[in-house]
């Protein structure tokens, strides 16, 4: 099991860029692959992007393809999440996740594929 702490969120204008960031211990980072989710008020948590062990395949949500970028430095079992272009649209709290995989190029956007979530960073976009 590993552990999962999320940073970065905050209020941002709409146009404003942020970048959380999940720091990870407890596993072997490096044999995870990640996802960032995200859940509105009243809503279901959504994909949001997610990246293989080695950092060679990322996917993204639709609405995020062209200004979310996820990255990860497995020296510093971290993953990253450079959002750009913020709507009051990606207003919510967002989560990192964490499983363990097999394969080097595989990712994952569902949120039963995941075992590990952290608490959340709350992200509001203010129009």
């Known amino acids: 099991q590993v552990q999962l702490v999320e940073s970065g969120g905050g209020l941002v204008q709409t146009g404003g860029s942020l970048r959380l960031s999940c720091t990870a211990s407890?596993?072997?980072?490096?044999?995870?692959?990640m996802g960032w989710f995200r859940q509105a008020p009243g809503k279901e948590r959504e994909f949001v992007a997610s990246?293989?062990?080695?950092?060679?395949?990322?996917n993204y949500v639709d609405s995020g393809k062209g200004r979310f970028t996820i990255s990860r430095d497995n020296s510093k079992n971290k993953v990253y999440l450079q959002m750009n272009s913020l709507t009051p649209e990606d207003t919510a709290i967002y989560y990192c996740?964490?499983?363990?995989?097999?394969?080097?190029?595989?990712?994952?956007?569902?949120?039963?594929?995941?075992?590990?979530w952290g608490q959340g960073t709350q992200v509001t976009v203010s129009s």
């Open positions: 407890g596993g072997t980072f490096s044999t995870y692959a």
């Open positions: 996740a964490a499983r363990w995989s097999p394969s080097n190029s595989r990712t994952y956007s569902y949120t039963d594929a995941y075992a590990d």
């Open positions: 990246i293989s062990k080695s950092g060679g395949v990322t």
